[in-house]
C-alpha cells in the first residue's frame, strides 16, 4: 500500500510564487521516478514535471519551462515543486505522483489558484 501526500497549495496572484511537497511512504521497494500532474477545470490530466532520484533526468511541460523548479533529495522519497510566475492557466489541481516498480501511484492533489 502506498501513501502520498501533497500540500502547498493555495490562491496567489498573478507572478506570485508557490512551493508544493510532497511524500511517499508505505513501500520497501524502490522508486523511480516522482513528479507533479495538474488538472485544470473541464481540462484532461496533464504532466507537469518528472524528476529521478539522481535528479539527472528532469522533464517539465513546456508551458512551465524557466519557471517551475522540481527537486528531491537524493534517497528520499520526496519532492517539491517550487513555482515561479504564476499564471492564471497555471490553476489546477495539482497531483503528486510516483513510479514504483513501473506502476504510477497518485496523491489526491492540492488546489493551486491563480487570480486573473
Known amino acids: 500500500q502506498v501513501q502520498i501526500v501533497e500540500s502547498g497549495g493555495g490562491l496567489v496572484q498573478p507572478g506570485g510564487s508557490l512551493r508544493l511537497s510532497c511524500t511517499a511512504s508505505g513501500r520497501r521497494s524502490s522508486i523511480y521516478v516522482m513528479g507533479w500532474g495538474r488538472q485544470a477545470p473541464g481540462k484532461q490530466r496533464e504532466l507537469v514535471a518528472t524528476?529521478?532520484?539522481?535528479?539527472?533526468?528532469?522533464y517539465f511541460v513546456p508551458s512551465v519551462q524557466g519557471r517551475f523548479i522540481i527537486s528531491k533529495v537524493i534517497g528520499k522519497n520526496s519532492v517539491y515543486l517550487q513555482m515561479n510566475n504564476l499564471k492564471p492557466d497555471d490553476t489546477a489541481v495539482y497531483y503528486c505522483?510516483?513510479?514504483?516498480?513501473?506502476?504510477?501511484?497518485w496523491g489526491q492533489g492540492t488546489q493551486v489558484t491563480v487570480l486573473s
Open positions: 524528476i529521478t532520484d539522481s535528479g539527472s533526468s528532469n
Open positions: 505522483f510516483a513510479d514504483i516498480s513501473g506502476q504510477n501511484y
